[in-house]
T-cell receptor
Framework: KNQVEQSPQSLIILEGKNCTLQ??????????LRWYKQDTGRGPVSLTI?????NTKSNGRYTATLDADTKQSSLHITASQLSDSASYIC???????????FGAGTRLFVKA | KAGVTQTPRYLIKTRGQQVTLSCSPI?????VSWYQQTPGQGLQFLFE???????NKGNFPGRFSGRQFSNSRSEMNVSTLELGDSALYLC???????????????FGEGSRLTVL
């Protein structure tokens, strides 16, 4: 069964600290993996997108990594800010068939 | 360039009623997909339309339906509303069909439906 699992479910960190969010998937055959940020009550916004051949992609303080062999991805946030408080959603797409599976998300709280 | 526009942003209905939500994609995007988001379930795929044809469908009952017009605008309809239909309904547009390949999803702000 194709699945996308994210951990932790929620996370609290202090402003200025770094954190890493995890995404494990069993999707096959794999097309691409995206990380989205969703502020409360808003629509998700794309942070990064990686294809099978890419193993790292950065967007400012956000860096995503991908290990296609172990089917794991991580999103690293550097020097967190209060505005980073949001849900982070991992999304994996199949090749052919055009199917997309969403992870349940990690809820990040950044405290002053 | 205008983003994805969803209307209405908020609405309240009672059980048994029906509701129609609208989504205007980014200009030039021909694919529109719909999602239901609830606190416990995360984002659940409803269906996708490309060039006025439904291309993919999620595991939702027939009460959930949609359509796409020639200008790529899309509507979704939920009939005979149930309490469990209370959710944030998100629409996303994409250049490519199926959101596969390198296609990126651009989401609207959502329509928050409350069923009483």
């Amino acid at each position: 069964k194709n699945q996308v699992e994210q951990s932790p479910q929620s996370l609290i960190i202090l402003e200025g600290k770094n954190c890493t969010l995890q995404c494990n998937y069993t999707v096959s055959p794999f097309s691409n993996l995206r990380w989205y940020k969703q502020d409360t009550g808003r629509g998700p916004v794309s942070l990064t997108i990686m294809t099978f051949s890419e193993n790292t992609k950065s967007n400012g303080r956000y860096t995503a990594t991908l290990d296609a062999d172990t089917k794991q991805s991580s999103l690293h946030i550097t020097a967190s800010q209060l505005s980073d408080s949001a849900s982070y959603i991992c999304v994996v797409t199949f090749t052919g068939g055009f199917k997309t599976i969403f992870g349940a998300g990690t809820r990040l709280f950044v405290k002053a | 360039k205008a983003g994805v526009t969803q209307t209405p942003r908020y609405l309240i209905k009672t059980r048994g009623q029906q509701v129609t939500l609208s989504c205007s994609p980014i200009s030039g995007h021909r694919s529109v997909s719909w999602y239901q988001q609830t606190p416990g379930q995360g984002l659940q795929f409803l269906f996708e339309y490309f060039s006025e044809t439904q291309r993919n469908k999620g595991n939702f009952p027939g009460r959930f339906s949609g359509r796409q017009f020639s200008n790529s605008r899309s509507e979704m309809n939920v009939s005979t509303l149930e309490l469990g239909d209370s959710a944030l309904y998100l629409c996303a547009s994409s250049v490519m069909q199926g959101t596969g390949g390198s296609g990126e999803l651009f989401f609207g702000e959502g329509s928050r439906l409350t069923v009483l």
